[in-house]
């Protein structure tokens, strides 16, 4: 009996555990935007809204000591919305000479590529995402990147272009 039940907790959170992505076989691309999908985004956007209604009419119709609860809940529900807005509006141009990030259209950062020294590829285990961090002439990560974002494998093919050394 116990194996049965072993084997029903594999099926259901086998799946769960992830490799690493690999690096695909992409082409050299001499402008590129690298940004969250807008498709999760939006739907963390809408599900913090919803979050945010229900217990705020929560904390409204009920009156017991729950209702504390409720405001905790609409709380996270608001940092969540505003951790999503964050990633909503994150965009990072990136071409031949250099790397343009900014978000809110307001706060922009601009990194030459030839301020790079070299590009290094974090892999952890049982994480499926991988992270791309740049590092400038002096060691210090400048900007770094999750492969969950859209076109960040390419970062990776414009570092070979430009025979930035690459660190696994």
């Known amino acids: 009996m116990e194996h049965f039940v072993e084997l029903i907790l594999e099926l259901l959170f086998g799946l769960a555990k992830d490799t690493p992505d690999k690096k695909p076989e992409i082409e050299y691309v001499d402008h590129f935007i690298v940004k969250y999908p807008r498709k999760k985004t939006i739907a963390r956007i809408c599900a913090s809204l919803i979050i945010v209604a229900v217990f705020s009419l929560l904390w409204l119709f009920i009156k017991h000591e729950t209702r504390y609860l409720f405001a905790v809940f609409v709380g996270l529900g608001i940092i969540l919305f505003t951790l999503s807005s964050f990633e909503f509006s994150f965009k990072c141009d990136i071409d031949d000479t250099k790397i343009s990030r900014s ?6 950062k601009k990194i030459k590529w ?4 070299c ?3 974090v892999e952890q285990t049982n994480e499926k995402s991988v992270i791309i961090a740049l590092y400038n002439q002096t060691g210090k990560c400048v900007i770094d990147f999750n492969t969950d974002m859209e076109n960040a494998w390419y970062i990776i093919k414009m570092a070979e272009h430009k025979n930035i050394n690459i660190k696994n």
Do not use: A, K, P
């Open 103 to 108: 978000f809110f259209c307001l706060f922009q």
């Open 114 to 117: 030839q301020d790079i020294l």
């Open 119 to 121: 590009v290094r590829v």
